[in-house]
């Protein structure tokens, strides 16, 4: 899409803005509703370093997909980058979707 118009970038990156805010702040609530609560402080700590590192590995990971890809046209660096990065999305869906529905099963056995 940016290829289309310039505008395209900035559109985008609030949306990402919105969406990793969004995230993040959801993020913290789980961990003070799981929790106990003398491991509050710790649990919302240990989160924020995982998710510290997680950004800066992306960043390495993105430099290193760069890089080695010197040789190609930026349109297949582009592609492939946006590929890896949909599939470790497409990972973390996944994840979240087995997590919720242990979650549902979880409330449901407490129910019955």
């Known amino acids: 899409m940016s290829t289309l118009h310039p505008n395209f970038v900035p559109l985008s990156y609030i949306f990402a803005s919105i969406g990793f805010t969004a995230l993040s702040t959801s993020i913290s609530n789980e961990v003070t ?15 924020l370093l995982i998710q510290f590192l997680g950004g800066s590995l992306g ?9 080695i890809q010197d040789n190609f046209s930026l349109e ?5 980058i946006y590929i890896s990065f949909s599939f470790v999305c497409i990972l973390a869906g996944l ?11 979880k409330k449901q056995s407490e129910l019955v």
């Open 33 to 47: 509703r799981i929790l106990p609560l003398d491991q509050i402080g710790s649990g919302i700590g240990t989160v």
């Open 59 to 67: 960043v390495t990971i993105s430099g290193l997909l760069l890089t």
């Open 76 to 80: 297949i660096v582009y592609r492939n």
């Open 95 to 105: 994840t979240y979707r087995l997590y919720y529905q242990r979650a549902k099963l």
